[in-house]
């Protein structure tokens, strides 16, 4: 009677777990299968055909258009400039980011909810109208241009706006938040013991920081650290718009091939950023735990 | 004794009326069919419902959508389509160019005119054999007086070299900009080295690059620059916002810019095609556009006011020599003037 008793337990309190897990993952796999992996793998075979402008390709297997990307200076220097941008923005970011998330993590302000709603509050606008505003406040004749010389500091305006500096800007201010919330939630994580236990040891704030908050947080600056640089890789609105004709990066030069209906090469490039993105990221990814496991 | 109905009883009986009441209605409403039409957003798709579908084919039982999205989105997802059986869009609104590269891919009707009751008033430089022209401009020079004291005649005085950072051209009508240069230059529809080159010497000199229709106008507006090409209907709505901005027809000939529809091969409702066709041709929707977006009628029958006509139009020596694209040599060439584009001019 025991060991009945002890079945009946045992299919109530575990029923067919391979049922369970396949219900589930299975939607959300079936919705990734069908809607990425699947368009994704079409792409990939298109990046290999030949453009043709009656019939937009031609079926063929053909590695032309990924050398026509890296024997060419103008795209690699594409490349070059969406590597150099989105580094860039990561590392500004995790800087401005950093500290602003301490102090949200660490704040007992009753008003602490409201500071993350201002952090969260420019993702309730969206990238193109962002742009907008930035295309309105660094114009030749927008707000910055014409406070600065109306307070006599510039002569003629500054060309700020279809620069490089406008876009770093424009794509910061952009990925900030998913920067700031990310470590915020890794940091309240951290017991403020441990870096008080620092403290009374004789450890300065900076020591602190480097040997006990650093490596404590840096999942959070991981995972911080990856979703900006992805973003920044892939940004479409801001080079677009503030950036201006002759700045390039590469999600702008994948739509223009598709405009051009010059499907295999705008997939080839999609897959090279892809790729670009995919193989830092892991890399970093590697060679910082390593760093930090010592 | 009639037993008596519970007050759900009683509501079921009236929703049941009323339903019944509404079947005439809704059935009048879908009694031609369903027109499902491929069409740009914006102020475009507002007209076409405003002045083409409400009017004239809603009122008269057609079921009218729209399928609103870019051009390049719209003509790849006919492309996809081709080999389907049955499309989903009736009728495609497309550029001349991008008309004439659909009807090159195999993925359009030739367009049977005997269908169409206004095509006896259609212009006949606007009958395509696979497509009908809906409206039309051409590309003149804009100039801002203020900053240009010398007025230009020609496309050969926009694209002057002497004129250094005055020069204004617009990233997205790379394909009109270098015809236009060509022409400045001596070269033809069909041969646009020459234009190549005048445009590197004036990029040199100094030419700016805006990347959309609206940055050039802001440029205009701030006068960061003070000269270019640009459609004649767009510089009337740059006038009409206060824009100080001057156009001029080009001694060379203007290139014309036409936007008209396309029926797809495997459109499902045919019918449905050639009444939007024919519906866009009706004197007064093609009268209204003029109105609302300052192009021209594609019929003669259109009776444009003159002060208005005097603003959009073009005087019959005008329309002799307006200039029309090759199409098949853009189309051959156009990922390579784009890549000319990208690289040597823009890079």
Known sequence: MAATAQTQFQSDEAPTPLLSATTLVGPATVFVVAGLLLPLAILFR?????????????DTFSFDNYVKFFSDPYYTGVLATTLRVAALCTVICLAMGLPLAYVLARTQSRYKNVLIM????PLFVGNAVRAAGWMTLFGSKGFLNVTLMQIGIIAQPLQIMYTEGAVIAGIIAVNLPYMVLTLQSVIEGINRNVEEAAFSLGAGPATMFRRVLLPLSLPGILAGTILTFILGMNAYATPV???GPKFKMMGPLVYGQFQLNNWPFGASVAFILMTATLTLTATANILIQRRFRR | MTPSKSRREVLLGAAALAGAASLPRMASAQAKGRIVVGTWGGDYARLLNKNIEAPLLIKNGWEVVQDQAGDPERRSKMLAEMRLPRGTTDVQGLSAINMFQMHDAGSVLPIDYGKLKNAGNLLPS??????????????????NPKLITTAPVSYKDV???KQGNKVGIIDIQYQYTLVCAALAAGGKVDDLEPGKKLLLECKKAGMRIYPTNEAFAQGLKSEEF????????????????????TSMTPTEGALAYVSGFVVPKNSPNKEGAYAY????????????FAVDMGYNPTVTNAEVAPDL???IGFTPDEIKKLVDLDYNYLNKNDVALKEWWDKELKG
């Open chain 1, 46 to 58: 298109y990046s290999f055909d030949k453009v043709d402008a009656r019939r937009i390709m031609i």
């Open chain 1, 118 to 121: 201002l952090v969260v509050l």
């Open chain 1, 241 to 243: 718009l503030l950036g």
């Open chain 2, 126 to 143: 606007m009958k395509y054999p696979y497509g009908v022209g809906h409206i039309y401009s051409g590309k003149v020079g804009v100039y």
């Open chain 2, 159 to 161: 694209f002057d070299p």
């Open chain 2, 226 to 245: 003070g000269l270019g090409v640009m459609w004649k209907a767009r510089v009337v709505q740059w006038q009409n916002a206060g824009i100080s901005v």
């Open chain 2, 277 to 288: 066709l024919d519906a866009m041709l009706d004197k007064s929707a093609q009268e209204a």
């Open chain 2, 309 to 311: 006509n005097k603003r």
